[in-house]
């Protein structure tokens, strides 16, 4: 009786029960993201990846699939730091809880130091850090840009450096980040404002020491990019004397610190100094010599001038020039005269080789033969009519009247053929149309717009392609 009352069962199966829990962890947690070291790796022939990952207090199991293995770009290994992106499940035949990794990636240091490798085998591959391409620096530049921080040390230390190096240089400072995820962003754009405006001779791009991911902003390929496109020559001077970033390999000139950078971009004055010390030395000590060497020169032509008088000199000169003038005339009238006998024999030549003389004699030649043509033509007509009127007179009378009357009967005849020949209605201006396969046409719908037609003149013919049909007077 007092089961009626006991509420009813519901039994699972082990295979149910895996299930459902498999299905509440999947929609539970979704997909995550887990940080923890890499141990125990298995590689089978599958291609699939097993692997557990652990902290200092715990650990789970995780499978990475073949087709996510694919988008790897490092080799998984034990104690490896890495970051996975996976959904929490359960392997439902052993009941065993896991993750399947969807996306792995390193994390912490080591990670930031093989990126800092691959871009710079990259860039260094692409030619941004060939010394060919790099600019010389200034020696004296008339103004100095400083990409910084406005607010670090390294800028009082350049200031420091230059004031006291060679405080005559004009600066002007390009204030930016030098730290954090938009410093790479802000330092490129720094570095594009200076290239536009163009104030400065050369920049000094800096910053002070710290870790590898203090640095990073300089370790950005925007950085790199910006300092090879820019049109001022950049002296790197990021962090300490061990620091290497990707921006020392693409500036123009790397500095070990921003006061090593500063003492690059200007000369030393007290050196400057002495040097001009020395040059103002050299130069009196020249100009001393040029001028006792002048002196003596002076003299010496002095003496010259003495011994060779100016008068006796133009004397000579305008008899020698005297004497080129007569020459000059005398060889200027005889090449006149030889130019004038040229001209008149080639005037000559001309004349006995002018064509009007062969058309004059062309044309009378001409004459005399259309002449002799014309007389001949005459003779030859006589002749042949005298031959004919011999030849009738000769034959009987009863055969000259028939042949009269032939004759005249012939002449009908033609006259009849001709003015019903289809000749002489093509002399009037009228013409045979015909189609392509020959037809006569008599009507326009004999013909399609588009056709060919070729019309018959009495001259010759024309060939024509119908545009379109008129129609006419069908009963006519």
């Known amino acids: 009786m007092n089961d009626l009352f006991e509420p009813r069962r519901e039994v699972y199966t082990v295979s149910r029960l895996n299930r459902e829990a498999s299905l509440l962890l999947d929609e539970g947690l979704g ?20 692997f557990t990952l652990k902290d200092e207090r715990a650990q789970v199991r995780c499978a990475m699939f073949r087709q996510a293995n694919r988008r790897l770009r490092f080799t998984p290994r034990d104690g490896l730091q890495v970051m996975l992106r996976a959904r929490v499940g359960l392997y439902e035949p052993r009941g065993d809880y896991q993750l399947i990794v969807e ?27 060939a010394e060919a391409r790099k600019r010389p620096i200034p020696r004296l530049p008339r103004r100095i840009g400083i990409v910084t921080s406005p607010t670090g040390a390294a800028l009082r ?20 980040s030098v730290q954090g995820s938009s410093a790479g962003a802000e330092i490129a754009a720094a570095l594009a404002r200076a290239s536009r405006r163009g104030d400065c001779d050369v920049l000094i791009l800096a910053r002070g020491g710290g870790s590898l991911e203090d640095l990073w902003a300089f370790n950005e390929e ?47 004055a007290d050196e400057w100094l002495q040097r001009l010390a020395t040059l103002q030395r050299r130069l009196r000590q020249a100009a001393g010599r040029e001028t006792r060497l002048a002196a003596h020169r002076l003299q010496g032509l002095h003496h010259r001038l003495r011994r060779v008088h100016p008068a006796q000199q133009l004397a000579r000169d305008a008899q020698r020039l005297d004497g080129l003038e007569r020459r000059l005339q005398a060889a200027q009238a005889a090449a006149h005269a030889g130019i004038r006998r040229r001209v008149e024999g080639l005037a000559a030549r001309i004349a006995r080789q002018s064509p009007a003389l062969r058309l004059q004699a062309q044309r009378h030649r001409l004459g005399l033969l259309e002449r002799r043509l014309i007389s001949a033509m005459s003779q030859q007509r006589r002749s042949a009519a005298a031959r004919l009127e011999a030849a009738a007179r000769a034959l009987p009378p009863t055969i000259a009247q028939l042949l009269e009357r032939r004759g005249a009967a012939l002449s009908a005849a033609s006259r009849a053929l001709h003015a019903i020949s289809p000749l002489g209605t ?36 024309l060939e ?7 129609p006419g007077d069908e009963s006519a």
Do not use: N
């Not at 996306?103 to 850090?129: H, I, P, T, V, W």
């Not at 962090?239 to 790397?254: K, M, P, W, Y």
């Not at 396969?437 to 018959?456: H, K, N």
């Open 31 to 50: 997909r995550v993201w887990i940080e923890g070291e890499l141990s125990s790796i298995a590689r089978p022939s599958s291609g699939h990846l097993y």
């Open 103 to 129: 996306e792995m990636e390193e994390s912490g240091l080591g990670a930031l130091q093989r990126e800092f490798e691959a871009l710079k085998a990259r860039l260094a591959a692409e030619g941004l850090f």
């Open 157 to 176: 230390d350049i200031l420091t450096t230059l004031r006291r190096r060679f405080p005559a240089v004009p600066v002007l400072i390009y204030p930016t």
């Open 222 to 268: 925007i950085v790199a990019r910006a300092i090879v496109a820019c049109s001022v020559p950049v002296i790197a001077g990021v962090g300490h004397e061990v620091d290497v970033t990707i921006a020392d390999f693409a500036a123009d000139l790397r500095a070990p610190t921003p006061t090593g950078a500063a003492e690059r971009a200007v000369p030393d």
């Open 426 to 461: 093509l002399q009037r201006g009228y013409a045979i149309v015909t189609t392509a396969d020959g037809r006569v046409l008599r009507q326009a719908g004999g013909v399609a717009a588009g056709e060919r037609i070729t019309a018959r003149l009495a001259d010759g013919s």
């Open 464 to 470: 024509a392609e119908v545009r379109c049909r008129v």
